[in-house]
């Protein structure tokens, strides 16, 4: 199967609101509430933000949200952050698939 | 705290073998799989498979059947990952990354384990 189709990159300024999409199909995405998204700074691994679609784990700040509709999923970050630019990866556990990474850029 | 070790940067020539090792701590390794994840050089990331700590049961993406081996040594809390007939286009960082306490999902990472394979 083919990678998620995420944009390859997305920018915004200081305190603005970012979504990053994640489209698959209904073998995927669209079956399923199990996905999770990843940020990955530079030579760093990537650490979970979100899992089973809007639920964040301890010590993830709320700026971070998750929303699904249908085949895709999407990342919301609100009032950006210097330290939010980073990759982000969406995964969805059916069909074990990761999204191809998107580059976010705080202006 | 929690936390997975891994082995150390390898090369290898095209048609080696490579065995990268994942050492669990500060949790009861049976209760949590581990998820074996790559990415080549500037690129994302790929799952590469999943083993059970409980029982070693395992989940191979369909690229890597046959040329992959995951096991794990529960007296010692390790995963391991044997990659064979090492390609070039096989150099990248490999994670190993539990899970299980979120449900389907990776909550702990190990550093990565980068290894080139290189004539």
């Known amino acids: 199967q083919s990678a998620l189709t995420q944009p390859r990159s997305v920018s915004g300024s200081p305190g603005q609101s970012v979504t990053i999409s994640c489209t698959g199909s209904?073998?995927?995405?669209?079956?399923?509430?199990?996905v999770s998204w990843y940020q990955q700074h530079p030579g760093k691994a990537p650490k979970l933000i979100i899992y089973d679609v809007s639920k964040r784990p301890s010590g993830v700040p709320d700026r971070f949200s998750g929303s699904k509709s249908d085949n895709t999923a999407s990342l919301t970050i609100s009032g950006l952050q210097a330290e939010d630019e980073a990759a982000y990866y969406c995964?969805?556990?059916?069909?074990?698939?990761f999204g191809g990474g998107t580059k976010l850029t705080v202006l | 705290q929690v936390q997975l070790e891994q082995s150390g940067t390898e090369v290898k020539k095209p048609g080696a073998s490579v065995k990268i090792s994942c050492k669990a701590s500060?949790?009861?390794?049976?209760?949590?799989?581990i998820t074996w994840v790559r990415q080549a050089p500037g690129q994302g990331l790929e799952w590469m498979g999943w083993?059970?700590?409980?029982?070693?049961?395992?989940n191979y993406a369909q690229k890597f059947q046959g040329r992959v081996t995951m096991t794990t040594d529960r007296s010692t809390s390790t995963g391991y990952m044997e990659l064979r007939s090492l390609r070039c286009d096989d150099t990248a960082v490999y994670y190993c990354a539990r899970e299980g306490a979120t449900p389907y999902a990776f909550d702990i990472w190990g550093q990565g384990a980068m290894v080139t394979v290189s004539s």
């Open positions: 995964y969805s556990y059916a069909g074990t698939l």
């Open positions: 083993i059970s700590g409980y029982n070693g049961y395992t």
């Open positions: 209904s073998s995927n995405i669209g079956g399923s509430n199990y």
């Open positions: 500060g949790y009861t390794f049976t209760n949590y799989g």
